[in-house]
């Protein structure tokens, strides 16, 4: 199937064309997927994030190709995969003291201050703790690979 023919399926809400771009592109989706996550079932499910993020663009965008826009939204799916997989990881590792100041600073958005005195402790050691703990992620960002 052309690729205009396919995304005129999308413009009229066809669910055909789900399954239209799996069987043209799934092949090449999962193997762009594979080749970042290296796990057949991470692949499968960003390959499936692909289809569904398509879905959800398309309308209103009209991708000049829609073989170049799979591959950007496998390449992104995928990428935020390892990303996420990495920081779950990391954060594993920490000790549980650390864990918490870290996460309550960058997921929370807690101050410094607030963290401190929920934490029992100083200014000071909560930032010094934040400091090493970024550098320590930094240098587990680059060990697989993923710049910031």
Known sequence: MQEETLLDLYFSRSETALEQTKQQYGTYCYAIAYRILSQPQD????????????????????????????GNSVEQAADAAALQACLQSFLQQLPRATRIVFVQRYWYLNSIAEIAQK?????????????????KLKAALETEGISI
């Open 119 to 135: 934490n029992g402790m100083g200014e000071s050691k909560v930032k010094m703790l934040l400091l090493r703990t970024r550098k």
């Open 43 to 70: 692949a499968e499910e960003c390959e499936n994030e692909t289809y569904w993020k398509a879905w959800q663009a398309i309308p209103p965008n009209r991708p000049h190709s829609l073989k170049a826009f799979l």
